[in-house]
């Protein structure tokens, strides 16, 4: 309890202490309360002050938005005329954006078509670089090509004279190896005959030795005679003492007898001695015999070695041959253009030159420069030939491409120019003379020779020759022999096909199988004859039609059953002259209208086909119709354009010259071979 007490006592003494805590606070908070009052009143004067002036503020303020108000519905009015200029703004701004927008467009696809432009010339750009690092790589790889052939063709030089010298050589050791022989022979008929004489002396010997036998047995009785006379005497001396007179007769007989056995002793001797020379004579024959028989045999061995050489070097140039011929016509397939070769026939006597030639430089046999009204014009084509170029020169320069022929290729060579600058003479030239034959007999002399050089290869070659004329679009048969021979007694009318092979058959047309030059030689003698020749003023001989020479080539290897199909086509084109040049009326006018017509479609071919237009107008002219196989991009084609370099004729010259550089330019594709095996026909 008092515990109790004690903290009640300690309560009330908090509790107070609380009170006076709590009087003093009352006091601080109503002096503060004072002090909140004063300011208060403050305040609300301040504020009453405040507020007076913001009526004051405010009055002031409802004049300005009375003023604003004025100035707003200016404003406004303005606003309403601004929008509308602004609708009629957005208007135009719109009709802007939308010409925009179309511009934008357009911009677009100028600029996707730039884009695509620039791809395209980016793509054009690169297959240029491309096709010109091709090109660059195909000149290089035909450059290398020919560097081979020339290494190839000096190799088989190289090699042809190694194979002379070896057939040199063997045709030595053949020499030598028939002596050696002859002394064999002589040799074995010596040793026959000391065969014959050994057998004679040992027949003698065997003789003698049988003679000597008998003697010594002879000897032997004689003796043992002589031995039982010699009892016989002792006995008769013992026993019956016969007479001395028997005695030495006796006596006689024995000395007789050893005589005979002494002189056949000798006659032993005498047969030994010879028989011991004779076996001497016989070994010495027999070794002859023998040391000739080991140089005979060296000889042969010296002479099979030879042989086989000279069969490997035969070998190494028949591959040679292949190797050359290949990069012949990988060369030519790669140039893939129609070749042109330009000729200049010489100036006839009172004329004077438009012609002259490059002296050095790249363009060294390859470019022609002409003087036309005091012009110089240059070209430059595969080869030029001046007035001094022999036929044989220029049979060289072509003569791989009349070889390609007998490889299955489809060959056309042609002759283009004026009247007179020496077509026929390239073409045709004067077969009677061996230097002045022309491009035609001398292609034909080759295929002859090479086909049967190739006979030993396995190749067997047949060959058929036609030839024909077109003349005034007509076609006339050269090698027929009653022209006039028809069924209804009318000319024959003579049309052209081509068959599924590419090959062209002329109905009607004489086909002639040829097996030999001279038969070709009598064709061509009866076709120049069967030539129409025409006259004009400006050549007495002038020829005013086509003359279409043609060699189909069958080979067939019999090794191998490869089987080739070449045409060789050679053709002297008529003279390309212009109407007002060659002063033609009537009939001579007809034909200068029908060449240059077919002379026109040559070259709109030739054009069409470098162009790769799908449509190629060869039936146009039967000249382009003829030769459609053999144009059309699988040939191999080569064009002469000749020239007459005289100034009068430099108009016409330089017409050819033109017309030719255009052909140079012109690809008409990779010729290919026309070849395949017996057994996949
Ligand atoms: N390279 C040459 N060397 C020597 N004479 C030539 C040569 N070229 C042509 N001739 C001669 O020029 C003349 C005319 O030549 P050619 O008859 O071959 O001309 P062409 O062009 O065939 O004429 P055409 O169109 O009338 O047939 C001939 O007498 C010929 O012998």
Not at 141 to 149: E, G, H
Request: proline share 1%; charged share 30%.
């Amino acid at each position: 309890m008092m515990e109790y007490i004690k903290k009640v006592r300690a309560c009330i003494r908090w509790l107070l202490e609380r009170e006076d805590i709590n009087l003093a606070e009352i006091k601080r908070i109503n002096g503060q309360l004072e002090a909140t009052h004063k300011q208060h009143s403050e305040i609300v004067a301040d504020l009453e002050n405040n507020i007076e002036e913001t009526k004051s503020v405010y009055e002031e303020l409802q004049k300005q938005c009375a003023s604003l108000q004025e100035a707003l519905k200016i404003v406004e009015a303005e606003k309403m005329d601004a929008l509308s200029s602004l609708r009629d703004e957005r208007e135009a701004r719109m009709g802007v954006e939308s010409l925009r927008n179309g511009l934008l467009e357009d911009l677009n696809r100028v600029k996707l078509e730039e884009k695509r432009l620039t791809d395209q010339i980016k793509m054009l750009q690169d297959t240029n670089k491309r096709l010109q690092e091709y090109n660059t790589s195909l000149q290089q790889y035909n450059s290398n090509l020919q560097a081979d052939a020339t290494k190839n063709a000096e190799t088989i030089a190289k090699l042809q004279k190694e194979k002379n010298t070896m057939v040199e050589t063997m045709n030595g050791l053949k020499d030598h190896a028939n002596s050696v022989k002859m002394q064999l022979d002589i040799a074995k008929s010596l040793q026959n005959e000391a065969a014959k004489q050994k057998t004679d002396l040992l027949k003698e010997v065997e003789s003698l030795r049988m003679e000597l036998q008998h003697v010594r047995e002879e000897r032997d009785t004689k003796s043992a005679q002589v031995d039982s006379l010699l009892a016989e005497i002792g006995t008769y001396k013992e026993k019956t003492g016969k007479t001395a007179i028997q005695l030495d007769s006796a006596m006689a007989k024995t000395s007789a007898l050893e005589e005979t056995c002494s002189s056949q002793r000798k006659m032993i001797e005498t047969l030994e001695i010879k028989l011991a020379a004779a076996n001497e004579k016989l070994k010495r024959s027999d070794m002859t015999a023998s040391e000739t028989m080991t140089e005979y045999e060296n000889m042969k061995k010296m002479l099979e070695s030879a042989l086989s050489r000279l069969e490997e070097a035969e070998q190494t140039i028949l591959d040679g041959e292949k190797l050359r011929k290949k990069l012949h016509n990988t060369i030519l397939e790669l140039k893939g253009n129609i070749r042109v070769f330009c000729r200049v026939r010489p100036l006839l006597p009172n004329e004077s030159g438009a012609v002259s030639y490059p002296k050095s430089g790249e363009n060294l046999g390859r470019g022609i420069e002409l003087l036309h009204n005091a012009q110089g014009y240059s070209f430059t084509f595969d080869k030029v030939f001046d007035h001094s170029a022999s036929q044989e020169h220029v049979f060289i320069e072509i003569s791989q491409l009349v070889q390609s022929a007998l490889d299955g290729y489809k060959v056309c060579i042609f002759a283009y120019g004026q009247t007179g600058s020496g077509k026929t003479y390239t073409m045709m030239g004067n077969p009677e003379f061996e230097d002045q034959k022309g491009m035609i007999p001398r292609s034909l002399e080759q295929i002859f020779q090479a086909s049967q050089a190739l006979n030993s290869q396995g190749w067997r070659y047949k060959m058929q020759a036609s030839m024909l004329e077109i003349y005034n679009e007509t076609i006339r048969d050269l090698l027929v022999t009653n022209r006039m021979a028809a069924q209804d007694g009318g000319p024959t009318k003579y049309s052209i096909k081509h068959d599924a092979n590419g090959n062209t058959i002329v109905s009607d047309l004489t086909v002639v199988d040829v097996t030999t030059i001279n038969e070709v030689s009598s064709l061509l003698r009866r076709a120049a004859q069967s030539r129409s020749v025409g006259r004009t003023q400006m050549n007495e001989e002038s020829s005013r039609s086509h003359c279409v020479f043609t060699l189909r080539i069958f080979g067939v290897n019999e090794g191998t059953d490869q089987q080739v199909q070449g045409v060789l086509n050679l053709i002297d084109l008529a003279g390309s002259e212009r109407l007002n040049k060659s002063g033609a009326t009537g009939d001579r006018l007809k034909e200068t209208l029908a060449i240059n017509k077919s002379l026109s479609c040559l070259s709109d071919v030739i054009f069409s086909i470098a162009k790769k237009e799908e449509h190629v107008p060869f039936r146009n002219s039967k000249l382009t119709y003829l030769l459609q196989p053999c144009l059309g991009g699988d040939s191999k084609t080569l064009m002469f354009v000749n020239l007459a370099p005289e100034v009068s004729s430099a108009a016409e010259s330089l017409c050819s010259l033109r017309f030719a550089a255009r052909v140079n330019s012109c690809e008409i594709g990779i010729p290919r071979r026309q070849t395949q095996t017996r057994s996949s026909q």
